[in-house]
């Protein structure tokens, strides 16, 4: 085990000129020892470059990996000493599942009775005893992942375990149960684990620590509460959360905050402090934080009601003000008006964000 | 009861018409001939299986099995390891992988008599490039002399000429595997000869059995390279089966032990393609179907 420092950035090309030609715009970041962490993002932001990074799949094309304080840029993932689960289930066709489990070991030369003893704990843990002297090709892709996840768990002393997308190809029911699995497993052994996903719910459930990628950069890292409810960037708001956060052109003007044609009045002082400095800004407020109002209200928009849809638990109310959208997410009680009428939904409250070029204005 | 649709063998009748003017009738003239003896045009005797029999107890034709079984399997024991090796060695990505592709594909794409031609020069002492050197060398190199010389010529030539189907086959069976696999096996610190052995090899097994079933029934029906570098000497050292029936045949004019002999290696190829057939086959549905190429 050991804390991980990222200080690198990465491009297929040979010279690099806009930040476009960027895989993986420079970075750093250290994943401290024992943590669970997610990178999420979109398909093709980055993340699984950054995790070949990690692993040493990939070298960077510039800047540096230290593992402990130890500079391992040039080093292959084998003296890493890192294991790597795939987004696709890879078994060796001609071993049965045991001895699939026990390759990693094997190469790295534990004593044979020690290896039995890690093969019987992982399959268990994942419950493959049963099939542990079956032929893995034989086996359905689930159980195949699951393989793979084993090989990723069996040697104890690795000094990371990463996850890259590892439960695309497994069953709903299945899903939860290994994330659950995961977790614990990362509870018990203190394992410093990887987790690369484009699902929310998977990122904010696994890990301890969230890094948002988007299109090659880390846009924010924190905790799921801190994703959520301060967003640090209006790409976050809108990528985790369903549905995203609702963002409505504003500005400051005498002394409070303006939305098209209707005054909002002002947030807490030092806020306001902020948001007075410069004229426009970008006003967020996630669905579940908009409530309906009294028409006429301090803080609240008329919105006409373009679609109300029954979600189970919630009512989803999609409408617009002066053409710009806005979702709430209401009680299934809350006495929503019909479509085609107005609402006043209060969008400034104590969980409403700003931001300024994209930034949150703290 | 059901209808009986009868245009449907109207529909058949061409195919009918094309297998039997291709393979049935022809098949039936060597039939018909395997049962007399043809003394002249006009002469002829039916004999029953007698033919069958004393070609069966052929001593010549005996050693010529034999040499023939010999020739195949020094083919395979080659020409799959080296194929598979050339495959290996092979550029997977860029201009030099096209390049090495054409250069390796080249000997396949010369006719059986030029190959046969090509070599009967290269392996002239006087003139020849392999037979100049070897002598110049201190080698008593003569292959229209030497038994030995001629056979290994002969086995050379073969490799040269089809070792490349054998690592173009290898080559399209190791591009279609995922790169994820060579990942896995850096991180589960797998050695080269591990890749080779678990990853590779299983991988490759498919386009492996074609290309031993390809090579297989080629060099044992081998004909035009032979005749035309050695002729199926000195002696007989390099008279294969169908180098014999020819001599029978068209030389002698033995039609009858000739047509006999001709179904004879008719159904010995005919049982080998069947238990070739059924282990591919075996081989084949003995697994589920590999998830990992559809996502690939």
Redo the contacts between chains.
Sequence with gaps: MASIELDLSHSYVAQPATEDDYALLPLQYTFRNGGAYALLGPSGCGKTTLLNCV?G?LRPSAGHVRFDGQDVTAH???RRN???V?????V????TVAQNLA??LR??GIAPDRVRERVGRVAEMLELSSVLDR?A?????DA?QKI?LG??LVRNDVSAVLFDEPLT?IDPHLKWELRRKLKEIHQEFKLTLIYVTHDQTEALTFADQVVVMSRGKVVQVGTPDDLFLLPGHTFVGHFIGSPGMNFLPARWQDGGVQVGSRRLGSPAPELAHRLAEGGAFTLGVRPEFVGLAQAEAMGALPVSVARLQDVGTYLLLTGAFEGHAIKARLPLDAGAPPVGATAWLSVLNAHTCFYRDEELIR | MKPVNQKAWLLILPVVVCVAFSAILPLMTIVNYSVQDIISPERRVFVGTEWFASVLQDEELHNALWRQVGFSLAVLLVEIPLGILLAICMPAHGWRASAVLVVVALSLLIPWNVVGTIWQVFGRTDIGLLGATLSWMGFDYNYTGDDVDAWLTVLVMDVWHWTPLVALLCYAGLRAI?Q??Y??A??????RM?VFR??EL??MRGVLMIAVLLRFMDSFMIYTEPFVLTGGGPGNATTFLSQYLTTKAVGQFDLGPAAAFSIIYFLIILLLCFILYNWIQRAGTS??P???NV?A
Excluded at chain 1, 92 to 95: F, V, W
Excluded at chain 2, 186 to 191: M, N
Aim: aromatic share 12%.
């Design positions: 692993s799949l292959t993932p084998q890192i294991a790597q795939f987004q696709f289930p890879v060796y066709d001609t071993m390759f990693p190469n790295w032929r090709r034989n086996l359905s892709a195949k793979s090989r990723g190809v | 995922p994820a696999y990942q896995a850096r991180i589960d610190g797998a050695s591990a678990y990853i299983p991988k697994g589920a590999d998830e990992e996502h």
